[in-house]
Structure formats: structure tokens, C-alpha cells
């Protein structure tokens, strides 16, 4: 194999184990439940969050030059910082990377050993985290390299284990909207946002290996596929197993339950080995990748009086005392900050992808002030505040009954910041100066 397709496949790998944390493998087989005959539909809602825009954000990013505030110098200087600050330590610090360490412990370490207490296994895993983590320029090739085949392997098991030897065949469950539900509770695997996070890591270990220019951008593109196409088989996979045995497990079941009780019935007793395996190789996977980013962010915020390394530190030891909470108790108080901050990221990743076509800031804030605008009412209706008032008003917009009701808002925030841009780059312009000739009449002549 040559350097440059060994480079690939590492680079695709990792990237797959960027994305695939904790909420990949706890999230799918709960749609795939709920949908039954509809499994199709729900993987189409689903892959559009959780694979297409995730991808789209590494793209965005790599048109950006490979940097995150690139991308957001349309908007304004401040929104790089703030937006990224409350992306890395509202939900990678307080949401992502406890809930990784904390799912670990309960469908991992716990199933094998229920005698060891969640705050070992929490030591442990940021103690990996800290190791893989403290170099920033090796990470992607380390995650790649090393602890990405052994999961992928056994995921790819796992799933061929479930088409071939199916649990069930799927029946209606008598699920309405399986799309829509299913891109809505996508979010809560926070891949979009991984995307925007990790991305520049990514792109710095291509050219850490020496890529420039085009040879770089095709090595990531390659990359961006070896990924797409892993998370494809394995999410439609856990979908259709999942979806084959709605008979077998009740509709309320907790979703770590069922992803133990699913893996069972596949493997036997083997089943909790190989789960504990993969859990640990995919959660330590994501939270290696997203403790570099943001450790690199603050390190960078804070003028560097504080170094990267005691980042690293002070990120594993807040995660850890967060994910002694449990998994139960983290994803009970993330959904709200999702809902507000995620339909942002998702224009601003559109936006990225077509920067070429709209480049004009006024196109850019018009978009993320509306898209903010309706994400933030949605919010307040999820906190019971003027609820009845709010869902009555999102539910005249286009698509607002269906999870997407910032969309047309951004479309329409997005024309009226171009005409805004239009106008008042017009109104700036200089008036033309008329310069007389030689053969101009004086006046009195």
C-alpha cells in the first residue's frame, strides 16, 4: 500500500472515530425502535444530521483555509469567539465529553465488572484521554492509527451479525413524521458541532504528513468518504436491527438498555465484551479529538498564559466530575442547549459550503440572526416559558410543526441581509465626477 492511500485510510478512520462517540451507538438503535417498518425514512432524517452536515462542516471548514474563525469572518470578529466559547464548554466541556466517559462506565466497564464504582472507570478513561490528548500535532494519527481499526472491525461484526442473522422483521410501530423525528434527535449526537470543532485538527494532520494544495484537499475529500461510507453501514445497520425488534423489547425501554439487550441477543455471551470494546474505543476516540480542539481553543483565548497541556488537564478533570452524574441525568439537561445552538451551526456549515455563490456578510448575519431568533423561541417554549404562545406562531411558518422551523427564517434573513448589503454598499459609493473636456462650452460664453 502507498503512503499516500495508507494516509488516506488513516485520516478516514479517524475522522469515523471523531464522530462516532457515545450518542452514535445509544441513539440509533432507540429510532430505529420507534420506527419499525419506517426505519428507511428515519435513516434518511438521521443521516442527514448525523452524517451529511457533519461531513459538509469538515468541507466548510477546508474551503475556510482549515480555520473555524475563517468561516465566521463574515458575521463579525466577536461571533468566532463567543459562538465557539459557548460550542466547546457548553456542550464539548459540560455535555459531550462527560456523557462519553459516563457511558463508558454503564455500558461498558460496569456490564463486565458491576462491582467497580463509575469514578474509576471515569479516572481511567481521562487518564487515557490525557495521554492521546496532550500532543496535539499527533492525535488525528494516533486515533487513526491505533485504536480506530480494533472498533471498526468490531462494529462491522456486530452489524453483519444483525442483517444476516436479524432479531425480527420490522413492523408498523405507527410512527408519524419518522424523518423529521429522526433529523431532530440526531442533534443530540452533536456531530455537526464535532465537525466544526474537529475539523481543523483534521486538516492540520493532513498537512502534518506533508500534503499542500490540491494533493491536500483530494487526500480530504478521500478521507471525508472512507467516513461517510463507515457511518452509513454502521447507523443503517443498528437502525434495521433495532427496527427488526420492536417485539421484543417495549417502546419505553431506557436507551442503554437496549443497546445492551441488542448486543446480547447478537453475540451471546460475547456480547458484553464486544459491546465494552467498542464503547471504550468510540467514546475515547471523540473525546481525544474534541479535549485537543478545545484545550488548542482556550490555550489560544487566553493569550497562551495558560499552556495547551494544563488545558488538556483542567478539561479532563471538569468532564470527570460532571460525568460522575451519570448518563441519565447529563442527557436530561442537554437537549435545551442543542436546540439552540445546533440549527446555527447547521446554516453556518451551509453557509461555508456555498461561501463562493454568498459570500456577502450581509447574507451571513441576516441568516444567523433569524436561525438564532426562532432557535431561541424554541427554547424558551422547551423551558415552558410561553409555550402555547410560541409553538401557535411557529406553527405558521413553513415547516415549523416538523423540527425545521428556523429554516425558512434563515432563508428569509439570508435575503434580506443580501438587499441590506445592496443598498447600503450603494449609498457609499462615490458620486461620479463629471470632468470637462477641452471642448466644453464656459459658462458666460
Not at 22 to 29: K, R, S, V, Y
Not at 184 to 211: E, K, M, S, W
Not at 361 to 382: D, H, K, Q
Request: one cysteine or more.
Amino acid at each position: 500500500m502507498s503512503r499516500r492511500v495508507s494516509h488516506t485510510f488513516i485520516l478516514g478512520f479517524a475522522l469515523f472515530a471523531l464522530y462516532f462517540g457515545a450518542g452514535n451507538l445509544i441513539f440509533p438503535p432507540s429510532i430505529g425502535l420507534e420506527s419499525g417498518s419506517a426505519w428507511i425514512s428515519s435513516l434518511l432524517g438521521f443521516s442527514i444530521t448525523g452524517i451529511v452536515l457533519p461531513l459538509l462542516a469538515v468541507f466548510a471548514i477546508l474551503q475556510a483555509d482549515g480555520k473555524f474563525e475563517n468561516l465566521t469572518n463574515p458575521i463579525s470578529p466577536w461571533f468566532y469567539a463567543v459562538f465557539n466559547l459557548l460550542l466547546m464548554v457548553g456542550i464539548g466541556v459540560f455535555v459531550t465529553i462527560p456523557r462519553m466517559a459516563a457511558t463508558t462506565h454503564e455500558l461498558g466497564v460496569g456490564a463486565l465488572f458491576p462491582g467497580v464504582p463509575s469514578i474509576v472507570t471515569i479516572i481511567a478513561f481521562f487518564v487515557i484521554t490525557f495521554f492521546f490528548a496532550k500532543d496535539e500535532t499527533n492525535v488525528i494519527d494516533r486515533i487513526g492509527r491505533y485504536l480506530t481499526p480494533v472498533m471498526v472491525a468490531l462494529l462491522l461484526f456486530i452489524v453483519g451479525k444483525g442483517i444476516f442473522s436479524p432479531l425480527g422483521t420490522p413492523t408498523d410501530t405507527g410512527i408519524t413524521q419518522a424523518f423529521s423525528k429522526a433529523f431532530v434527535n440526531a442533534y443530540q449526537t452533536g456531530d455537526v458541532i464535532t465537525g466544526i470543532l474537529c475539523a481543523p485538527i483534521f486538516i492540520l494532520a493532513i498537512r502534518h504528513y506533508g500534503y499542500k494544495g490540491k494533493e491536500a484537499k483530494s487526500i480530504a475529500l478521500k478521507s471525508i468518504v472512507i467516513a461517510g461510507a463507515g457511518l452509513l453501514i454502521v447507523y443503517g445497520g443498528l437502525l434495521y436491527i433495532s427496527a427488526g425488534a420492536t417485539s421484543l423489547f417495549p417502546a419505553e425501554i431506557e436507551s442503554t438498555m437496549l443497546v445492551k439487550e441488542l448486543i446480547s441477543r447478537l453475540l451471546g455471551g460475547g456480547g458484553a465484551v464486544a459491546l465494552a470494546v467498542v464503547i471504550a474505543l468510540a467514546c475515547l476516540t471523540s473525546t481525544i479529538g474534541v479535549v485537543a480542539v478545545i484545550a488548542e481553543f482556550l490555550t489560544k483565548l487566553a493569550r497562551e498564559r495558560i499552556a495547551y497541556t494544563a488545558w488538556v488537564a483542567i478539561i479532563c478533570v471538569i468532564s470527570a466530575s460532571i460525568a460522575t452524574m451519570g448518563v441519565g441525568k447529563i442527557v436530561d439537561y442537554t437537549m435545551w442547549i442543542f436546540t439552540l445552538l445546533y440549527p446555527i451551526a447547521i446554516v453556518l456549515v451551509m453557509l461555508g459550503v456555498f461561501h463562493k455563490f454568498i459570500s456577502r456578510a450581509g447574507i451571513y448575519r441576516g441568516a444567523i440572526l433569524m436561525t438564532f431568533i426562532v432557535s431561541a423561541l424554541e427554547t424558551l417554549a422547551g423551558f415552558g416559558i410561553w409555550n402555547t404562545f410560541i409553538h401557535t406562531a411557529l406553527g405558521y411558518l413553513p415547516l415549523g410543526t416538523s423540527g425545521f422551523a428556523w429554516l425558512v427564517p434563515a432563508v428569509v434573513g439570508g435575503t434580506v441581509g443580501y438587499v441590506l448589503d445592496r443598498f447600503f454598499e450603494s449609498e457609499k459609493r462615490p458620486a461620479t465626477k463629471v470632468i470637462l473636456d477641452d471642448t466644453t462650452p464656459e459658462k458666460g460664453n
